[in-house]
């Protein structure tokens, strides 16, 4: 991940740019192969028609899949990479995506420069980009297995109940991977979801439990580890597409 902020750019757009920018080559450096080798970036962000990726994806100069998973986009692009690599169509592939404070709360909230006032409740959008090289090879982690999720709604109405609206997909795709895999949350050293922060953390681990699955001592959230919980102005936690792709 680059630094925040403006990173000398002349706009908060621009800045997230760069940002992505940035991930993507960084991850292109530690792996190993040279960007020609990049057969294809899937990526995303929460700017409209995902302006961010497709400007990112001209610097690159490789194929490029745009995709829009709004907060998921970081673990949808990873499943998506992955069965791309494994199926013979890439040999390497990046899932990558970002997100900035303040482009993306003007656009799903009040405007940055209306000042609104939020509840406790409300997440704070993370400013940041990550980006993964997907490839055959005997070093790195391995992606075994990606178990896609559906839509859950439950009516939550509020635009600040972000983590209670979330929370009931977030378990029902837990649960769907434990049933198909024939794992129990014994299997895993840590079960992570996204950004259901403060407020959704504890619903989605009520309802887990209530489903037969206990997870208290291998369960985090990256809503709540991605900020300092006495950091201001943070609320329930973040939020956002880079969230997820940071804290991993």
């Known amino acids: 991940m680059g630094k925040v902020g403006k990173q000398g750019q002349n706009s908060w757009a621009k800045a997230e740019e760069k940002l992505l920018e940035q991930s993507i080559q960084l991850a292109i450096e530690k792996a190993g192969p040279t960007s020609d080798q990049v057969d294809l970036i899937l990526s995303g962000d929460l700017v409209n ?7 990112s994806a001209r610097t690159a ?9 709004a907060c998921s986009t970081s673990m949808e692009g990873l ?49 940041g980009a990550g980006a993964a090289l997907v490839g055959k090879s005997e070093k790195g982690h391995l992606i075994t297995h990606a178990t896609i999720g559906k839509v859950i709604d439950w009516g939550i109405k509020s635009p600040w109940e972000m983590g209670a609206a979330m929370a009931p997909a977030a378990v029902d795709t837990i649960t769907a991977h434990f049933q198909d895999t024939g794992r129990t949350p014994a299997d895993y050293d840590l079960i992570v979801t996204g950004d259901l922060a403060r407020i959704g953390a504890p619903i989605a681990r009520e309802m887990l439990e209530n489903n037969g699955y206990s997870i208290e001592d291998r369960y985090e959230d990256c809503g709540v580890l991605i900020y300092h919980p006495d950091q201001p102005e943070v609320f329930s936690g973040g939020s956002g597409c880079a969230c997820c792709a940071t804290v991993t």
């Open 79 to 127: 499943a998506l990479a992955a069965q791309l690599v494994d199926s013979g169509y890439a040999n390497y592939a990046i899932a990558a995506t970002s997100s900035h404070n303040s482009t993306a709360e003007r656009q799903f909230r009040y405007p940055t420069e209306y000042g609104g006032q939020k509840p406790p409740t409300a997440h704070c959008t993370v400013t």
């Open 49 to 55: 028609q995902i302006t961010t990726s497709s400007f």
């Open 61 to 69: 100069a490789r194929p490029y899949l745009g995709i829009l998973g």
